[in-house]
């Protein structure tokens, strides 16, 4: 089970920083991903980080702003959202795949938040 939290709203060029807590699993042993969906448009990737956090993947569209990292000892993966604009509102799914190798497509993920939304205001 996956647990997102930390949404809500911020001005641009703000600051959010989204949780996503596991529980009921080997957190360790899943690739863990960020994805976000706005009004209107389709689920895309946004981040994601390695099993042991070694290495990390970022869409272009946040690379620069956004870092996402991994605490296995918590059990948890944050998404640090920096410099946010108004075209990151969104709600946005943490995800877990059960594999030792990244991946962009959320079809490929085995477990999903429920989703936080965030909501960036101009």
């Known amino acids: 089970q996956l647990q997102a939290s930390g949404g809500g709203l911020v001005q641009a060029g703000g600051s959010l920083r989204l949780s996503c807590a596991a529980s009921?699993?080997?957190?360790?042993?899943?690739?863990m991903g960020w994805f976000r969906q706005a009004p209107g448009k389709e689920r895309e990737f946004v981040a994601a980080?390695?099993?042991?956090?070694?290495?990390?993947y970022y869409a272009d569209s946040v690379k620069g702003r956004f870092t996402i990292s991994r605490d296995n000892a918590k059990n948890t993966v944050y998404l640090q959202m920096n410099s946010v604009r108004p075209e990151d509102t969104a709600v946005y799914y943490c995800?877990?795949?059960?594999?030792?190798?990244?991946?962009?497509?959320?079809?490929?993920?085995?477990?999903w938040g429920q989703g936080t939304q965030v909501t960036v205001s101009s």
């Open positions: 009921g699993r080997a957190f360790s042993n899943y690739v």
């Open positions: 980080i390695t099993r042991s956090g070694f290495s990390t």
């Open positions: 995800a877990a795949r059960y594999s030792r190798d990244y991946s962009v497509y959320d079809r490929q993920y085995d477990y």
